[in-house]
């Protein structure tokens, strides 16, 4: 699916993909963060044969204007998770409302382990 609006030059619709992308590398940003975790085998197959579905350890969902998020990460020992995972949903939100011009609805942070 994709996001898609409009103004004065035309309509622009933008990929869940993208936007996947996006939320990637603005979680990739953020301290305490160390990598991102594929969701689901099936990334793990993709990647294996060079196969580029979107972004690792991203899930997002699309409605009508609004955005939904899921990250899947793996953070550095010894930090707060708290802090981390609400720095994250803020830069989250932050980056690809600016990206898109549209409204996250929801950012959802699962932490899946633990790195040095």
Same mark, same amino acid.
């Given at each position: 699916?994709?996001?898609?609006?409009?103004?004065?030059?035309?309509?622009?619709?933008?990929?869940?993909? =993208?936007?996947? +992308?996006? !939320?990637? $590398? =603005?979680?990739?940003?953020?301290?305490?963060?160390?990598?991102?975790?594929?969701?689901?085998?099936? %990334?793990?197959?993709?990647?294996?044969? &060079?196969? %580029?579905?979107?972004?690792? &350890?991203?899930?997002?969902? !699309?409605? &009508? %204007?609004?955005?939904?998020?899921?990250? $899947?990460?793996?953070?550095?020992?010894?930090?707060?998770?708290?802090?981390?995972?609400?720095?994250? +949903?803020?830069?989250?939100?932050? +980056?690809?409302?600016?990206? !898109? &011009?549209?409204?996250?609805?929801?950012?959802?942070?699962?932490?899946?382990?633990? +790195?040095?």
């Amino acid at each position: 699916m994709s996001v898609k609006t409009n103004n004065a030059y035309g309509n622009i619709s933008i990929s869940d993909e =993208a936007i996947a +992308k996006v !939320t990637a $590398y =603005a979680s990739l940003e953020c301290y305490g963060i160390v990598e991102m975790v594929s969701r689901r085998a099936l %990334d793990s197959f993709f990647k294996l044969f &060079g196969v %580029d579905k979107g972004a690792k &350890g991203v899930k997002v969902v !699309t409605n &009508g %204007d609004r955005i939904f998020i899921d990250v $899947y990460v793996i953070i550095k020992f010894g930090v707060s998770i708290s802090a981390v995972a609400n720095s994250l +949903k803020d830069a989250i939100k932050y +980056k690809v409302e600016s990206f !898109t &011009g549209m409204v996250v609805d929801t950012v959802n942070v699962n932490i899946t382990g633990v +790195k040095l």
